[in-house]
Every structure is written in C-alpha cells, then in structure tokens.
C-alpha cells in the first residue's frame, strides 16, 4: 500500500512539474502584442492595422480607409456633420459630443481572436438628459473589420421615450483618396424583399430602399410576408469597396436604409428601433455593428461576415459532395405532381447523370398535417415511389415548409386555406400577434411556436416519418 501510495505522489508531483513547466513556457514579446496600433487625441482617434486605418471622430463619426502597396482607398465622400440621430419622443436629435481625450484603450477581450483594440468614449447628448458609450473593437485577426455599438443611458430624474437609434451614417462616392473616379458604385443589399428582386446592382442616380431585416415584410401577392435575409449593404468600385452590417448570432430587428442624394453620393446607416421607456438609470444597447473594407466585389464582405460569425458561435455546417449535387425539382409539374410523372423522369435523370430527385409542393393535403394528397399519392405511393427511385441508384428528398400552418384565413395557388387538423387539436401552439390573432408567415400561413416542447415533438415526428418511414434522404427547405 505504501508502495502504492509513494508511486501515486510521485506521478502527481511529475505531472504538476509539467503542467508548472508548461504554464511558464516563453512567449515571446512579438506574438503577445498586437498590430492595431491606436492614436489618441482630442481631434480624432486613429486606430490602425496592417491593411486598414479606421478614423473616430467626436461627432462619433467613423470613416475607414483600405492601405497597400498601391496607396490609400476609401469611398467615404465625407464625414458627415451628424453621423448620429437619436429619435427621443418623435424628435431627433443628433449623438452626443464625445470627449476622445478620455478615451480609455484596453485589449480587446471579444470572441474574433486573442489580440485586438478595444476603445470607449463616452460624451452626452444635447439638450436631453441622456449620456452615451462608444465602444469601437479591432481584432488582428480581422484587420479590415471595425466593430461600433453604442449605449445610451438615462442620466435624469424622469423617463424618457426612446424611439429609434441611428449609427454608422456614412456618404459614400466611387473615388479613392486623390483621384475621384467616374466608375458606377456597385452594390449589395442583402434585406429579402421581394421573391426575384435582385441583390446585387450598380447604383442608379435615384434610390431609396429601406432593407429591413429580422421583421416580416408585407407583399402585394399571396405570398404573404417575407422578410430577412443576410444583414450586410456593400458598396464597391474597381478601386476598393466599404460594407456596414451586424454581427450578432441572432436577426435583430433592424434596418440599413440606402438612398442616394441630390449630387449623386450615397448614404446609408443602421437604424435599430428601441420603441423603448427609458427609466431613470436605465440603458438601451444597440447591436455590434461593423465598418469593413476590402478589394473585390459582395463576396469578399460577405465571406468576412461568415468568418466573423463563425468566431462568434455561429458556424456553417461542414460541405461535402453532395451538397454540390445537381438535383432535379419535379416543380415543373407544379401543384398537379403524380407519381407516374416523377417516376418517368428517371430515365433521363441517369441519362444525364443526375441522382438526386426532389419531390416538390403539392404532394400534401394541407400544410400543418403534411399527409399525402389523396387525389395523387393514394396509399403508400409516396414510399413507394422513393423505393422506386432508390432501386435505381438515385436519391430523393421532400419539400416542406416547418412551422406554417392552415387555419382557414387566406389561401395560396388557387386553393383556399381549411383548418389543419393540428391546429384543431392545439391551438394553443399557435402564435398570437399583437392583437390576439394568429401570426402570419410566408404564404400567409398562421405559424407554430417552435418554443413550445410539444411543437419540437411533434416536427421531431414529421421528420422522422418523411425519413425512416416514408425513406426520403433529405428536405428542400426554400
């Protein structure tokens, strides 16, 4: 025992001798410091990186500036007079006046990387009883990316109504810093509006768009709302290009308004909605928006973006082959699908080497139940039919829209909605607007709370009967 114990105190000793040895290994000076050096005075803070030079001022304006061996780029027209507004009551106001003399430089302590910048300043705002924090972040691993949020506190005895905040105004002209260009501004505005509106377009002469995110956006057509998208507005000419978007992991509801002005320059900015009774001490935050430069067109902001949100929780499922597969849609036959026009496709799919399948809308009764539609797919034609596809080496998947229900409101593709059966049996899984009535989704659907346990069980179910019982191989989601 003795024995046994000598030798337990031994290890013990030997493996905190090399966990002591390797808490104390040499780290040299170079790899700990990092390269965003900051410059403090009270008519600007500079904060620069290897390949970027990002410019505060005390209106809190940010302008940023592309550096490289060819010289120094950047589509800021102007920093504009109020780069902050305020709406306090239905008024605007402009932000506050910040002190960037006692501006306090730390490191930055965030999720993008282990060295970086992190700066505050804090000012108030005119003729309100309101005081605010600028907080800007710099990571080495992003050196082209500025990180901007600001807070705004209540300072005074009484509330304060707090409408909306509006930052990172910028006025952007396609130029670099000496030699202004005549080139078109391209841009890419990322709200989902419309189903086919185009994203990505040179700036026309006169524009003004709203791209809401993270809130439903009304259409005309049956579609009902749609809304979201990738919250991201780039601009960009053969010199250099400039983006402004958000980073948060979750859709914040928000808005990167676009509008060109009376001599042709571009403004945007974020405007984050507070709608918000501010109690004396209390503190309204907006979102960690971001300032990039690059060179390249959309896909160098958008891919910066994805980094940035990998780094902060959310990351993108890893690709494999398949996900690169042609797949053959049988919306083509639209809502009148039958089995025998999928299964007669399968001679041309392997004759022209395609092996995936996709059962489209229409093969349901109604959506909420998602059983089979009884005047096509009668009795098990639809496991059926995937045998039959799989017998022949290819591979289907089934679309399908989560969360959207029939409750006998609106109706789409020519058929009024009924009442789904699990809308009768649980209505209260629904979700409830403003005014008690069921929320609308796309296609203007009434939608289930997927917050509610018995909502994930029951999708659980659904997606265990399309794959195991019915053997489909995979979802479209659209």
């Known amino acids: 025992m003795k024995k046994l114990l000598l030798l337990a105190l031994t290890m013990s000793l030997l493996a905190a001798g090399c966990q002591k040895k390797e808490e ?51 589509l800021e027209d102007k920093t504009l007079d109020v780069p902050q507004i305020i709406s306090i009551s239905k008024k605007e106001h402009a932000g506050a006046g910040f002190d960037l003399a006692g501006a306090k430089v730390r490191a930055a302590s965030g999720k993008l990387g282990a060295l970086g910048k992190h700066v505050e300043i804090t000012g108030t705002i005119p003729e309100t009883n309101l005081a605010e924090t600028l907080e800007l972040e710099i990571y080495d691993d992003f050196p082209n990316v500025a990180l901007v949020w600001i807070s705004i506190r209540n300072t005074g005895p ?14 952007f002209a396609a130029g670099s810093v000496s030699q202004p260009r005549v080139e078109p501004l391209w841009t890419f505005q990322g709200a989902s509006l419309k189903w086919g509106k185009d994203e990505i377009f040179p700036m026309p002469a006169k524009f003004n768009q709203e791209n809401p995110f993270g809130a439903p956006v009304p259409t005309k057509d049956d579609l009902g709302a749609v809304g979201g998208g990738i919250p991201v507005v780039a601009f960009w000419s053969r010199e250099m290009g400039e983006a402004v978007g958000h980073v948060e ?36 935050s907006t979102p960690r928006t971001f300032l990039a430069v690059y060179r390249g067109d959309f896909y160098q902001p958008l891919s910066l973006w994805s980094r940035v949100l990998a780094k902060e929780g959310l990351e993108k499922p890893r690709n494999n082959d398949e996900n690169y597969a042609v797949s053959w849609c049988g919306w083509g036959y ?66 399908w829209l989560p969360l959207g229900v029939e409750d006998g409101q609106f109706g789409y593709g020519g058929r009024k909605y009924v009442v789904s059966d699990v809308v009768k049996q649980h209505p209260d899984w629904l979700i409830l607007d ?33 794959i195991r019982d019915w053997g489909f191989d995979g979802h479209k989601l659209d």
Not at 50 to 74: H, K, N, Y
Not at 159 to 167: A, F, N
Request: with cysteine.
């Open 24 to 74: 104390t290994k040499a780290v040299s000076p170079a790899a700990s410091k990092s390269a965003v050096v900051v410059n403090v005075s009270s008519e600007s803070i500079i904060a620069s990186t290897p390949s970027a030079e990002f410019r505060l001022e005390p209106s809190g304006a940010l302008t940023a500036t592309l550096v490289g061996a060819s010289g120094r780029s950047s």
């Open 158 to 171: 009484t509330e304060i109504p707090l409408d909306w905040v509006k930052l990172q105004r910028h006025q």
């Open 249 to 284: 992991t979750v859709p914040f509801t928000l808005s990167i308004p676009v509008e060109t002005t009376a001599t042709g320059k571009v403004e945007t900015a974020v405007r984050v909605p507070a709608n918000t009774i501010l109690n004396p001490g209390e503190t309204f």
């Open 334 to 399: 639209e809502f009148g699908v039958t089995p025998k026009q999928m299964l007669d496709t399968i001679p041309k799919l392997k004759e022209l080497g395609i092996h995936w399948a996709t059962l489209d809308d229409g093969w349901f009764n109604n959506y909420g139940d998602w059983q089979p539609n009884s005047a096509a797919f009668v009795g098990n034609a639809i496991p059926d039919m995937v045998k039959q596809f799989h017998d022949q080496g290819l591979k289907m998947q089934v679309w």
């Open 434 to 466: 403003k005014n008690g009535k069921p929320a609308r989704m796309a296609r203007n659907l009434a939608t289930l709370c997927a917050a509610v346990p018995e909502v994930k069980e029951y999708y659980k179910g659904l997606t265990e009967r399309f």
